[in-house]
């Protein structure tokens, strides 16, 4: 299996090398060559098995010669062993025809532990394997950057550089990147939004020079191993709603694109998926693209749902990709758009494919406590602020094909917005009651590509 970019100028690669490269040297996006499909049979034999199971069939067609099939096994794990549930990813009933998929059971309580965790444990067999060390750097809007710590703390093969927007992060979210002490991890209160620590990412990833002297690698939601770990989720979640002899809709509460593109590769691999509703906040980009077919920036504005506060939504370029019909050329054309011109539109026909496969709600900042409200009194179930903006545009979109609404994080990561809802204050899981105790370790600097840079010099062990 070989992985090609979404802008055809950076050479295909095996799977290892995308996983340990991220960004492609174009600037483009890595996507498999071909998408390995599964029977109708394959699907249902995963009734019955466990998370690991279904998540190392799933994946398996696509790591090529990586790992061996008992390594993988062992990798995926050690992946999940930290989690709070033994189901991984329970799914609970919200009202007649709607689930919630809960994903934030595992070591710093959002989904984006499904793929961190595993990409960690990917990192290290491969590195070690290679007797190489690498600089991770990752931008974030808070949920990764905590994964991404969480994952790698400890980890001999890498060093980890988090640029986080500084006071744009929940509390939570900032003293489970700030509170790891381990010599490896080193948490960067970026001065700027999350657009500018993304920015000032792939600035780095596009300043080959200094790529190649820190070994840098990356492991944002444009990393295509994260995509792929997501894709697992919507397999488990549709066969105990009855695939793969009962179609399943999925609403996503989306910002950067990733885990709602890893519902279209289940999708293209064979899973009867209806529809899938991208849900977003009043940082509505993907919304008005799919209501316009104009992709137009609009300045962030900092919401209750900070994990979603983007206008730059990377994976999309993906999707794009796919709906032009693999035109690198016409991806690479938009990308520079939007670059220097703040958007691009998307042609008829692409956006004809794009609404095959998807459809979009935003939530407004009162709709979305209004949810949190609604939802707790109706069923008792206390929804974190992205979760809510999901429940509340999947509600518009419930019909005769069972929804289910991803729940991306617990509540306890967002406790202002939940108390101010509810009235209730979210308890931590006892696991981590002790997080506002421990001492915080952060640097603060300039939204700059330079003094990053010197930064990072400075502080890796060569
Ligand atoms: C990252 C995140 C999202 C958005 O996911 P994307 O893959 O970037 O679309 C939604 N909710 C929470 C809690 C997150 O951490």
Redesign the pocket.
Known sequence: MRYVSTRGQAPALSFEEAMLTGLARDGGLYLPETIPALTPEQIAAFAGMSYEEVAYHVMRPFIGDAFGDKEFQAIIARAYAPFGHPARAPLKQLAPNHFLLELFHGPTL???DFAMQLIGQMFQVALSRRGARVTIVGAT????GSAAIEAFRGLDAADVFILFPEGRVSEVQRRQMTTPDAPNIHALAVKGDFDDCQARLKDMFNDHAFRDEVRLAGVN?INWARVLAQVVYYFTAAVSLGAPHRPVSFTV????????FAGYIAKRMGLPVADLVIATNQNDILHRTFISGAHVKEGVRPSISP??DIQVSSNFERALYYAYGGDAAAIAQQMTALKDEGGFSVSQGAMHVLRETFSSGRASEEETSATIKATHAATGEVL?P?SAVGVKVASEHVGPVPMVTLA??HPAKFPDAVEAATGIRPPLPNRMSDLYERAERQTPVENDLGALQSLIRERIQR
């Open positions: 959002a989904f984006k809007s808070g949920d990764t939601s509460p989306t910002g950067n694109f990733g885990d709602i994990s979603m974190c992205h991306t994080a």
